[in-house]
């Protein structure tokens, strides 16, 4: 599902002049993306977190809302700030925070080692070409491995990226 994600914004990344505008498009993909929530990672995502956390949501929000109607609480910032506050710091959510964490090591550590896998294919195939092209049985100019590999190169970075930021997640 991750794959997917990426290769429908594969565009937009590899077109990024850094990892660091890489990572903004990223950031800002739901504002940006007509499709976002049409991706099966980001549907999987958003029912694995009403499946984990929406009772605490619910049971947060009514909480808060009979607290507006009784003139306790008021303004929908101020519930949209409890409700928040009080869902990260819920047990579900730490429970699902360490488990999402879990899992997209190895996913984005899936991803990593079909990368380099891809890389190192890449690298005989050149090795490969560059023989033929210098004993003369190739004479086609057309390939040009290094933007496709720099494209690849510049989602990796991202993925190694996402894959060091999980491992300093304090959950």
């Known amino acids: 599902m991750l794959r997917q994600l990426l290769q429908?914004?594969?565009?937009?990344?590899?077109g990024a002049p850094s990892v660091e505008c890489?990572?903004?498009?990223?950031?800002?993909?739901?504002?940006t993306d007509e499709n976002f929530h049409n991706y099966e990672f980001v549907k999987y995502l958003r029912q694995y977190i009403n499946n984990t956390v929406g009772s605490v949501i619910e049971e947060e929000t009514e909480?808060?809302?009979?607290?507006?109607?009784?003139?306790e609480v008021s303004g929908y910032d101020t519930l949209v700030q409890?409700?928040?506050?009080?869902?990260r710091e819920s047990k579900e959510y730490r429970e699902?925070?360490?488990?999402?964490?879990?899992?997209?090591?190895?996913?984005?550590?899936s991803l990593i080692n079909k990368f380099e896998e891809d890389r190192m294919r890449n690298k005989e195939l050149d090795g490969k070409t560059?023989?033929?092209?210098?004993?003369?049985?190739y004479t086609d100019?057309?390939?040009?491995?290094?933007?496709?590999?720099?494209?690849?190169?510049?989602?990796?970075?991202?993925c190694y990226e996402i894959s060091m930021?999980?491992?300093?997640?304090?959950?």
């Open 8 to 14: 429908s914004v594969k565009e937009k990344i590899t």
């Open 22 to 31: 890489a990572e903004e498009i990223l950031l800002h993909l739901e504002e």
């Open 63 to 71: 909480k808060c809302t009979s607290a507006q109607n009784q003139g």
């Open 82 to 87: 409890h409700v928040t506050k009080k869902t």
């Open 96 to 109: 699902m925070m360490h488990a999402l964490k879990n899992v997209m090591m190895v996913v984005v550590e």
């Open 130 to 137: 560059k023989n033929e092209r210098q004993s003369g049985y």
């Open 141 to 158: 100019n057309c390939s040009d491995s290094d933007s496709s590999f720099n494209q690849v190169q510049c989602v990796f970075s991202l």
């Open 165 to 171: 930021a999980l491992q300093n997640c304090d959950v």
